[in-house]
T-cell receptor
Framework: GAGVSQTPSNKVTEKGKYVELRCDPI?????LYWYRQSLGQGPEFLIY????????DSGLPNDRFFAVRPEGSVSTLKIQRTERGDSAVYLC???????????FGPGTRLLVL | AQSVTQLDSQVPVFEEAPVELRCNYS??????LFWYVQYPNQGLQLLLK??????LVKGINGFEAEFNKSQTSFHLRKPSVHISDTAEYFC?????????????FGKGTKLSVIP
């Protein structure tokens, strides 16, 4: 079956603009996770969904970042008033349920000019 | 809170030679441990994981790792590497309780296999 997919694969935007990053998890996976990987660093946890609700959003850096998963499947990470420091690869992962193995997508590479 | 240290940012090794990628962690609670591999332009792929039981864990592609609680280490090994093993390897930890969903990663080790 298909793995985790993320769109777009690359996004270039200007400082101050709004962006949306999409994640399609593996079918049937109830848990979904967002991580951010800055250059030269390992991925850092942002937020985790169990079903439609954000069970833990403690990793979101500030209130410019928001994520939704309205139907318990596809998730969108939204970044308002982008800053150059937001440039990174944004990774999405899903698992059958919480605590199970996390399967990662290829990521969205965001560049803020 | 947990942290992971991967001391080697880059490891060059000749083809068919053995390799060890080092990982040390810090945690005040019991942990689960993971190794992921990232090939260029691809997502992270799970190599192996330690949850409980035997401290020697075997994974895909001939890799294995050993959990050493006293040394808080989880080093990754392969007895004979191939060109196709060239990639970046990430060690990760989570707590074994309610916070098991949150992976904390190290900075990664780039393995370069030299023909």
């Amino acid at each position: 079956g298909a793995g985790v997919s993320q769109t777009p694969s690359n996004k270039v935007t200007e400082k101050g603009k709004y962006v949306e990053l999409r994640c399609d998890p593996i079918s049937g996976h109830t848990a979904l996770y967002w991580y951010r990987q800055s250059l030269g660093q390992g991925p850092e946890f942002l937020i985790y969904f169990q079903g439609t609700g954000a069970a833990d959003d403690s990793g979101l850096p500030n209130d410019r970042f928001f994520a939704v998963r309205p139907e318990g499947s596809v998730s969108t990470l939204k970044i308002q008033r982008t800053e150059r420091g937001d440039s990174a690869v944004y990774l999405c992962a899903s698992s059958l349920s919480v605590g199970e193995t996390q399967y990662f997508g290829p990521g969205t590479r965001l560049l803020v000019l | 809170a947990q942290s992971v240290t991967q001391l080697d940012s880059q490891v060059p090794v000749f083809e068919e030679a053995p390799v060890e990628l080092r990982c040390n962690y810090s945690s005040s609670v019991s942990v689960y441990l993971f190794w992921y591999v990232q090939y260029p332009n691809q997502g992270l792929q799970l190599l192996l994981k330690y949850l409980s039981g035997s401290t020697l864990v075997k994974g895909i592609n001939g890799f294995e790792a050993e959990f050493n609680k006293s040394q808080t280490s989880f080093h990754l090994r392969k007895p004979s590497v191939h060109i196709s093993d060239t990639a970046e390897y990430f060690c990760a930890v989570s707590d074994s309780g309610a916070g098991s969903y949150q992976l904390t990663f190290g900075k990664g080790t780039k393995l370069s296999v030299i023909p």
